[in-house]
């Protein structure tokens, strides 16, 4: 784990106040949280990175330390956040990984802003809403602020009431995310678009169908071929299946960044 100092901060951007922390040396990594969440829950990962890296992770909107503003959540605005926050810290090319909802921002973000992403790891997220399974959608559409009162002996109601500069808007971040994600959505499009070389990490009993990651692969050039003896048949997307894992629980566990760290190690191609 890294054990030297972290630096943390807010940065202004788009009328939000940001809040990141920074840690170790070498190649930047912007990391991002899933929904409801802050930098504790990807706090793990980013130590791990960032023996090897500088890894910023930022809480998103309305979540953890940065407070909301009158604006709706979406994965556009908060794309252009990111864009912001990176090009407010001198970064150019760079690397960005997120899960769940930011993995979402972090798709986004390479659509959106091209010129800034080198590599991009995307940690379980549908790209069309019923890429879930049903009794996923169905949670997901009666998600709302009225469910605080249920929440609030959990782990994810009691980080955001310790960190959060109004731990009473709780509710409305229930119901900004349910808006989010509940809406009917389809970004096959524009991530066939995407140019950057990309990881896709699923466990593999994940909220996300099988068949889904399967064609998430195709629309990102993979999966087309067979990649031959010596490699020349592989795109440019890579595809790593965490066995005994769901998505609640991938983002603490060591095989994420033991299946990360070499397509992040590995020589631009």
Known sequence: MFEGAVKTGYTEVNGLNLYWEMRGSGHPL????????????????????????????????AHGRTADIDRPLSFESMADDLAALAKSLGFDKIDFM??????????????????????????????????WFPEVVAMIKNMSGAQTERMKPSRIYQTYAAVAPKPENFPTLLDKVAALI???????????????????VFADA???????????????GGGSKDGG???????????ALLPGLTHYNMITSPLLCSVVLPFLDAPMS
């Open 30 to 61: 912007i990391l991002l949280h899933g929904g409801l969440g802050s930098t504790d829950m990807v706090r793990s990962v980013a130590e791990t990175l960032a023996q090897s890296r500088v890894v910023v992770s930022v809480d998103l909107q």
């Open 98 to 131: 997120g899960y769940s909802l930011g993995a979402g921002v972090c798709l986004w973000t390479a659509i959106r802003h091209p010129e800034l992403v080198r590599k991009l790891i995307v940690v379980s997220i549908a790209f069309q809403l019923n890429g």
């Open 182 to 200: 509940g809406q009917d959505y389809d970004w096959s499009n524009e991530i066939a678009c995407i140019k950057a070389q990309t990881m896709l």
């Open 206 to 220: 994940d909220s996300v169908r099988p068949a889904h990651i399967i064609r998430f692969l195709e629309l990102l």
């Open 229 to 239: 003896w010596d490699g020349s048949g592989m795109s440019n997307a890579r595809l």
